[in-house]
């Protein structure tokens, strides 16, 4: 690769010795060739350059601007013979071209090179010069120079030639720091050093007149790239901080500060809500900070003992109505019971009177559910009446228990619609057994008198109660309440509005339930009777059969003309207990079935008697 051309020798390579018997060395010739001048910029540029890699030389006195330069050695005479060079030589040849005899570039300065074979034999001058060292044929021989300076005379290296050509100064070692990034420059002519300092780049080409102006540059269609991707390895570092990340701009730590502000705010209303929600439900359920807090029970199970009036209301309420009628003008609340599955419920036969045969009454369920009703029959002599819904489903009838087997003093359970307060539970005991009321009477004919022998309670009933069942512990119905006695001294089987002092009176069921069944199978009810008339006026002790009238005062064929009851008789007792009055001896009878066996005490001019007869069975109203 470097045939032909001159081998590069470095400042710190010492000029070889010259062969002993080669001829003194004259005084260096200037042979850089015509024109150039060596006190020019150029060749002081050069003469700087040697020393511009750092190296320290000593000082030497000389008409340069500090530096110095080493003597180029003279040619030499080369003596004629077997080398095949005439004339003379020099043994260093300066290179062609510019920038000859100047360091270009990298600082270092080029030694001439022997050009032609040292004095001496031929063999000695050709291993000297080499090959590439020979003149080229055709070349003039180089001009004579002086001889050489005297060895003593010329300036020495500052250190000793190196064997293995190892350089002290100026190239890195391989734990040296790697130099510092420099945005590239401009390449310096050759032979030239540019200025310390920024380097411009270099200033586009003008161009022609008569050239085209560049079209301009298309708008970018796509979106700028990513800041990583427009990276300039020759950009300034940006200030980092001890993590080694860029620090932010003033814009991001706003940005950044208001994020977390936003942030810092929602958490906090968040928590605070929470926090605010808790103590306000504390608060509420416990009260303030100071104030008094009360010990309460624990919740405890809905369930209760079944003989309890809570286990009985829960019991018999699903089977409860409340019947609400209107007719004729009038309107009317009242209570009633299931009987059965059909839709068949029992109640007062004053409370569905104003409905009439054209009237409407709506039966509602405790479970809210609400139906129409229509009258299957009713009694007026016993006060009972039967009604039926349809197209109901999922009833639960009554249960029915034995009046007879009840005793004063057992708790008993009223459940009604007082002043149309629907399921009203209220609890008491049986006062008293058989007590022979009368209600009605407003027609004052008699036949809308009811004769009840009826049971006591001390539970309360008021107005709305009538037609409700009265129950036992067993949630069981024992009778049905149908009066009250109020506070004017009247009792009224409607309610009066005085409301309830503690005398309330029911049906007897074993009655009731005779009178529901009649009802509901031939739509009448039929009633005992003896077969006589009484004498209603009569104020003694006893019921006396009539002996003024417009008919007989004992039915012909009837029962009592049978057991020989006669005209003017009083009877005094039926069944062993004593009657005081007419509307009691009804009442008693009442209290029986048709064809049921009586024993009755008779009291006939001063003498007592005994007779039995089997009742008979009168069509009611």
Request: aromatic share 4%; charged share 20%.
């Given at each position: 690769?470097?045939?032909?051309?001159?081998?590069?020798?470095?400042?710190?390579?010492?000029?070889?010795?010259?062969?002993?018997?080669?001829?003194?060395?004259?005084?260096?010739?200037?042979?850089?060739?015509?024109?150039?001048?060596?006190?020019?910029?150029?060749?002081?540029?050069?003469?700087?350059?040697?020393?511009?890699?750092?190296?320290?030389?000593?000082?030497?006195?000389?008409?340069?601007?500090?530096?110095?330069?080493?003597?180029?050695?003279?040619?030499?005479?080369?003596?004629?013979?077997?080398?095949?060079?005439?004339?003379?030589?020099?043994?260093?040849?300066?290179?062609?071209?510019?920038?000859?005899?100047?360091?270009?570039?990298?600082?270092?300065?080029?030694?001439?090179?022997?050009?032609?074979?040292?004095?001496?034999?031929?063999?000695?001058?050709?291993?000297?010069?080499?090959?590439?060292?020979?003149?080229?044929?055709?070349?003039?021989?180089?001009?004579?120079?002086?001889?050489?300076?005297?060895?003593?005379?010329?300036?020495?290296?500052?250190?000793?030639?190196?064997?293995?050509?190892?350089?002290?100064?100026?190239?890195?070692?391989?734990?040296?720091?790697?130099?510092?990034?420099?945005?590239?420059?401009?390449?310096?002519?050759?032979?030239?050093?540019?200025?310390?300092?920024?380097?411009?780049?270099?200033?586009?080409?003008?161009?022609?007149?008569?050239?085209?102006?560049?079209?301009?540059?298309?708008?970018?269609?796509?979106?700028?790239?990513?800041?990583?991707?427009?990276?300039?390895?020759?950009?300034?570092?940006?200030?980092?901080?001890?993590?080694?990340?860029?620090?932010?701009?003033?814009?991001?730590?706003?940005?950044?500060?208001?994020?977390?502000?936003?942030?810092?705010?929602?958490?906090?209303?968040?928590?605070?809500?929470?926090?605010?929600?808790?103590?306000?439900?504390?608060?509420?359920?416990?009260?303030?900070?100071?104030?008094?807090?009360?010990?309460?029970?624990?919740?405890?199970?809905?369930?209760?003992?079944?003989?309890?009036?809570?286990?009985?209301?829960?019991?018999?309420?699903?089977?409860?109505?409340?019947?609400?009628?209107?007719?004729?003008?009038?309107?009317?609340?009242?209570?009633?019971?299931?009987?059965?599955?059909?839709?068949?419920?029992?109640?007062?036969?004053?409370?569905?009177?104003?409905?009439?045969?054209?009237?409407?009454?709506?039966?509602?369920?405790?479970?809210?559910?609400?139906?129409?009703?229509?009258?299957?029959?009713?009694?007026?002599?016993?006060?009972?009446?039967?009604?039926?819904?349809?197209?109901?489903?999922?009833?639960?009838?009554?249960?029915?228990?034995?009046?007879?087997?009840?005793?004063?003093?057992?708790?008993?359970?009223a459940i009604g619609a007082p002043f149309d307060l629907a399921n009203t539970v209220t609890s008491g005991?049986?006062?008293?057994?058989?007590?022979?009321?009368?209600?009605?009477?407003?027609?004052?004919?008699?036949?809308?008198?009811?004769?009840?022998?009826?049971?006591?309670?001390?539970?309360?009933?008021?107005?709305?109660?009538?037609?409700?069942?009265?129950?036992?512990?067993?949630?069981?119905?024992?009778?049905?309440?149908?009066?009250?006695?109020?506070?004017?001294?009247?009792?009224?089987?409607?309610?009066?509005?005085?409301?309830?002092?503690?005398?309330?009176?029911?049906?007897?069921?074993?009655?009731?339930?005779?009178?529901?069944?009649?009802?509901?199978?031939?739509?009448?009810?039929?009633?005992?009777?003896?077969?006589?008339?009484?004498?209603?006026?009569?104020?003694?002790?006893?019921?006396?059969?009539?002996?003024?009238?417009?008919?007989?005062?004992?039915?012909?064929?009837?029962?009592?003309?049978?057991?020989?009851?006669?005209?003017?008789?009083?009877?005094?007792?039926?069944?062993?207990?004593?009657?005081?009055?007419?509307?009691?001896?009804?009442?008693?009878?009442?209290?029986?079935?048709?064809?049921?066996?009586?024993?009755?005490?008779?009291?006939?001019?001063?003498?007592?008697?005994?007779?039995?007869?089997?009742?008979?069975?009168?069509?009611?109203?």
């Amino acid at each position: 690769m470097n045939e032909g051309k001159p081998t590069k020798a470095k400042w710190w390579s010492r000029p070889r010795q010259v062969p002993p018997g080669v001829g003194e060395v004259g005084p260096v010739e200037d042979i850089s060739g015509p024109g150039v001048d060596r006190d020019s910029d150029a060749n002081r540029h050069s003469d700087t350059n040697l020393h511009s890699d750092g190296d320290h030389r000593p000082e030497r006195d000389h008409q340069s601007d500090g530096d110095y330069e080493l003597d180029r050695p003279a040619t030499v005479t080369a003596p004629t013979g077997a080398a095949g060079a005439a004339g003379t030589a020099s043994p260093y040849v300066a290179p062609a071209g510019p920038g000859a005899g100047s360091g270009v570039g990298d600082g270092d300065f080029e030694l001439e090179r022997p050009a032609a074979a040292l004095q001496g034999s031929a063999p000695d001058a050709e291993a000297l010069a080499g090959p590439s060292d020979a003149v080229p044929a055709g070349r003039a021989p180089e001009a004579a120079v002086p001889a050489q300076q005297a060895p003593e005379d010329r300036p020495r290296p500052l250190h000793d030639p190196d064997p293995y050509s190892t350089p002290p100064y100026g190239e890195p070692g391989p734990w040296a720091p790697a130099p510092p990034v420099q945005h590239p420059a401009a390449t310096p002519a050759h032979g030239t050093a540019m200025p310390p300092g920024p380097r411009p780049l270099p200033a586009p080409a003008p161009l022609p007149a008569s050239a085209p102006l560049p079209a301009p540059y298309p708008s970018n269609p796509h979106p700028a790239p990513a800041p990583w991707q427009n990276y300039d390895p020759w950009a300034a570092p940006g200030p980092l901080q001890q993590n080694g990340a860029a620090v932010e701009t003033k814009t991001q730590r706003h940005k950044r500060a208001r994020k977390a502000l936003v942030l810092g705010a929602v958490a906090l209303a968040l928590v605070s809500g929470g926090v605010g929600g808790a103590v306000g439900a504390y608060l509420e359920r416990n009260g303030g900070v100071g104030d008094i807090t009360l010990p309460q029970a624990p919740k405890e199970a809905p369930g209760r003992a079944t003989d309890s009036v809570a286990g009985i209301a829960a019991r018999a309420l699903p089977s409860v109505v409340t019947l609400h009628v209107r007719g004729s003008g009038e309107a009317d609340t009242g209570t009633g019971f299931v009987l059965d599955t059909q839709g068949h419920i029992l109640t007062n036969n004053h409370v569905v009177e104003p409905a009439g045969s054209g009237g409407e009454i709506a039966v509602t369920f405790s479970g809210g559910e609400s139906a129409r009703a229509t009258v299957v029959g009713r009694d007026r002599g016993y006060d009972l009446a039967v009604v039926k819904v349809s197209g109901v489903v999922g009833l639960r009838p009554m249960a029915l228990g034995n009046s007879d087997s009840v005793q004063v003093g057992d708790p008993v359970v009223a459940i009604g619609a007082p002043f149309d307060l629907a399921n009203t539970v209220t609890s008491g005991i049986i006062s008293a057994k058989e007590r022979p009321i009368t209600a009605g009477g407003a027609k004052g004919d008699g036949s809308d008198v009811s004769y009840v022998d009826a049971l006591q309670t001390d539970a309360p009933i008021n107005p709305g109660n009538s037609g409700g069942p009265l129950l036992d512990t067993r949630a069981r119905v024992i009778g049905i309440n149908s009066a009250i006695r109020s506070a004017d001294g009247g009792t009224d089987l409607q309610g009066g509005q005085a409301g309830s002092i503690g005398l309330g009176f029911a049906i007897p069921v074993n009655q009731a339930r005779r009178v529901a069944e009649e009802l509901i199978n031939t739509g009448r009810a039929t009633h005992p009777v003896i077969g006589v008339m009484l004498d209603m006026d009569y104020t003694g002790d006893g019921a006396r059969v009539g002996t003024k009238g417009g008919g007989a005062p004992v039915t012909a064929g009837g029962p009592g003309a049978k057991a020989g009851i006669k005209a003017g008789d009083v009877i005094t007792e039926v069944d062993g207990q004593r009657v005081h009055s007419g509307e009691e001896l009804i009442v008693k009878t009442r209290a029986h079935r048709p064809g049921d066996r009586l024993r009755l005490t008779l009291r006939r001019g001063g003498s007592q008697r005994t007779v039995t007869l089997v009742l008979g069975s009168a069509s009611g109203g």
